[in-house]
């Protein structure tokens, strides 16, 4: 197939080109034609440079009447000067000095450029440009492309013709042909001809359109293909009365909310299917998602069958071994807690229980995965806060059943771009209610240097019977960042600030007993003020905390600011959240403070979250190339991708064979899709 062979193939491409294209991942034919222009030159409308302070962008011909340097030495910077008939203006050559020997004096060229009015005259850092040859306006639309030191737009768009008269005959449709038709999307060949050499926006938005599909609909047969995988016919349960569940919501002091009872529903349904359960549960902090799973579980443990439940932390685990406990061992179900801190005879005790099928729900951290862990007959999984387990973590206790069903619970809700791709192989199920009666969070940014009013607000409120945090980015002093830490601010708030009340201090570092000291003290109001660092992000819930103090702020990720906050506001008061933040912010640390002050709705969070980092550092997989598509944007195209899913979908519901390994087109797509990292879902 002429685009698989060596970039080297084409004609005029030597050892030094291939070199240089090397450099932006171009090695095969299909490497270039998949490398899409970042942008074009509309020639049909041109601009003067007496408007390109009216316009964000404008595209205008020029001519080079002088350059200069500004700066000395190794960091001296080419200005060039243009003009055209109704200006004049100067671009600034940021790393591209090398264009001293192309932009002569008298050379005209085609400029696409972003201006700005600074030091007496309009300038451009900005831009892009186009020497004007007598092959320049054949094109209507000038393709831009990524380019790399040595290469120019010129030789890369001859290269670019080249390459789609070799594959113009020559390239297979991957698309099923129905679908194609049912879209009216052009041919494969005349689409990529077109992205590349646009005749004009319509065609050209056609094109893309068509690209960015195939792209998402591979992708999304790729998740249809690990649904399918996971589809084991299994021995299924007989539904019961669950009379153990009807004791146990009339001893809640509450009523649970349509949402949590919806999504009960949606669980059972799975735990009864004759299928493996993979589902993901989200919801916002303080939804109530580990009372849902708690039923969940009682509904399998009724069935004859144990539970396993996973916490990343000892701290949260533990209190969630004691809230589970409270709630299930007056039923009468056994309730166990392990730990790697659990050892000798105790944890001998444990196991051999746990083996003998005594214990029925064990609540544990990672402890659980160890090979000296055994269960009689484990049905069900859940796994709380399912971001700081791995793929290789869930395997191994999911190994310790037989397909036993499996339920992932995650505090930070999942924009629903990532809930159709990285997740795309797990149910969902949301939960957005709040329980009745809890008061919004009132949350106030405050400049370092004002940090005084903070702390007087915060000496009010303990003052009258409340408990507060204070959450610092390290732990003790850092020769490389001039941060508040833990440590210090512990000592200066103990001392200095709060002398009259009693303050703790717990981080990561400190021995799980004594974190546990810590937190059964601030439980009990005998610590007034808790100094922290993001340790107690997940799984704290104190009641009468209603104050929480994030100094630093603009070093926390959007994520962490809204679990940290909602460590408050879990009781009756009015809490509070007081984000200090330094005096030099970077632009995506003002926006995550603006975004942060203007919601406490994780549903929202998570989106601008996702606009903000991209979906590859959100996952904590920036560097792998996963969900780096080539052409598909995932907040751009969420219309496209919904509508391919469907299509996929749909496409192996009816022929389940079509990925198998006859098919040779879908085998290749399949075998240079993205990889699935290590950090994403995939439930055994």
């Known amino acids: 197939r002429e685009y698989t062979q060596d970039i080297r193939s084409l004609k005029g491409v030597g050892p030094k080109l291939s070199s240089l294209l090397g450099k932006i991942n ?7 034609l998949l490398h899409f222009p970042r942008d074009y030159i509309d020639r049909t409308h041109l601009d003067h440079l007496e408007c390109a302070l009216g316009k964000e962008r404008v595209n205008c011909i ?22 055209d008939m109704t200006g004049r203006g100067a671009l600034l050559c940021f790393g591209r000095n090398y264009l001293e020997s192309v932009l002569f004096p008298g050379r005209e060229i085609l400029v696409s450029a972003a201006f700005k009015f600074k030091y007496n005259e309009i300038q451009s850092s900005n831009f892009d440009l186009e020497l004007i040859d007598n092959t320049t306006f054949i094109l209507p639309l000038i393709p831009i492309y990524p380019l790399t030191e040595g290469l120019s737009q010129g030789y890369l768009r001859k290269l670019m013709k080249n390459a ?33 050499f646009p005749p004009d926006m319509t065609k050209l938005a056609s094109a893309k359109k068509s690209l960015v599909y195939e792209e998402l609909f591979y992708f999304e047969l790729i998740i249809g293909r690990r649904i399918q995988k996971k589809k084991i016919q299994r021995k299924q349960r007989h539904p019961i009365r669950m009379s153990l569940e009807s004791k146990l919501l009339k001893r809640l002091p509450f009523i649970l909310t349509a949402d949590q009872k919806k999504t009960i529903l949606e669980i059972k349904k799975d735990l009864f299917s004759p299928y493996p359960m993979s589902r993901l549960l989200q919801g916002d902090v303080g939804c109530g998602k580990t009372l849902v799973a708690v039923i969940c579980a009682i509904a399998v443990i009724e069935s004859g069958e144990q539970v396993a439940f996973c916490a990343p932390t000892e701290l949260l685990a533990r209190q969630h071994a004691e809230h589970i406990a409270f709630l299930l061992e007056p039923l009468g179900i056994c309730v166990a807690f392990l730990s790697g801190n659990v050892k000798g005879e105790g944890r001998k005790q444990i196991t051999s229980a746990l083996e003998n099928g005594k214990i029925d729900l064990l609540i544990g951290t990672h402890a659980l995965f160890s090979k000296d862990i055994f269960f009689k007959n484990l049905g069900f999984v859940i796994v ?4 700081r387990f791995g793929v290789l973590q869930r395997l191994a206790i999911m190994k310790k059943g037989t397909h036993p069903d499996l339920l992932l619970m995650t505090a930070t809700p999942i924009p629903r771009t990532l809930a159709l791709t ?19 969070i009132i949350t106030h940014l405050t400049k370092t240097g004002n940090e005084h009013k903070v702390y007087q607000r915060i000496r009010e409120q303990v003052g009258s019977g409340r408990q507060a945090y204070f959450v610092y980015p390290l732990i003790e002093e850092s020769e490389k960042l001039s941060l508040k830490n833990a440590g210090d601010m512990y000592n200066k708030l103990a001392q200095d600030i709060y002398p009259e009340f009693n303050i703790g201090l717990i981080h990561s570092r400190l021995p799980e007993e004594e974190k546990r000291v810590v937190m059964d003290r601030f439980i009990k109001n005998e610590i ?20 929480m103090v994030i100094e630093h702020a603009e070093r926390f990720g959007l994520s962490a600011l809204h679990q940290l906050r909602g460590r408050v506001g879990r009781g009756h008061h009015q809490s509070y959240a007081f984000l200090i933040y330094s005096q030099i912010l ?49 907040q751009r195209d969420m219309s496209i991708l919904e509508i391919a899913r469907k299509d996929a979908l749909d496409l192996i519901e009816k022929d389940p064979g079509l990925l198998g390994t006859d098919n040779g087109v879908i085998r290749e797509v399949l075998s240079k899709a993205p990889p699935f990292p290590e950090q994403m879902l995939d439930g055994g």
């Open 164 to 196: 789609l008269e070799l594959i113009r005959n020559n390239l297979t449709d991957e698309l099923p042909l129905p679908l194609i038709k049912k879209y009216d999307f052009p041919l494969k060949a005349e689409a990529l001809s077109t992205i590349h």
């Open 384 to 387: 709380d806060e399912q971001h």
């Open 422 to 440: 990285a997740f795309g192989d797990l149910e969902v199920s949301t939960i957005k209610m709040l329980p009745k009666g809890r008061k919004k």
């Open 528 to 547: 007034n003020i808790l100094v922290a660092t993001s340790v107690v992000e997940v799984g704290v819930d104190i009641p009468n905390a209603n104050c």
């Open 62 to 83: 020029v001519k080079v009447i002088a350059h200069d340097y500004i700066g000395w030495g190794r960091k001296k910077i080419l200005k060039v000067y243009i003009e």
């Open 586 to 634: 970077t632009e995506d640390g003002i926006k995550r403070l603006k975004v942060i002050m203007e919601t406490t709705d994780g549903f929202r969070i998570s989106e601008e979250d996702l606009t903000i980092r991209g979906p590859g550092e959100l996952l904590g997989v920036k560097q792998s190339g996963f969900l780096k598509f080539t052409i598909a944007n995932l």
């Open 26 to 32: 171009i090695n095969t034919v299909a490497d270039l």
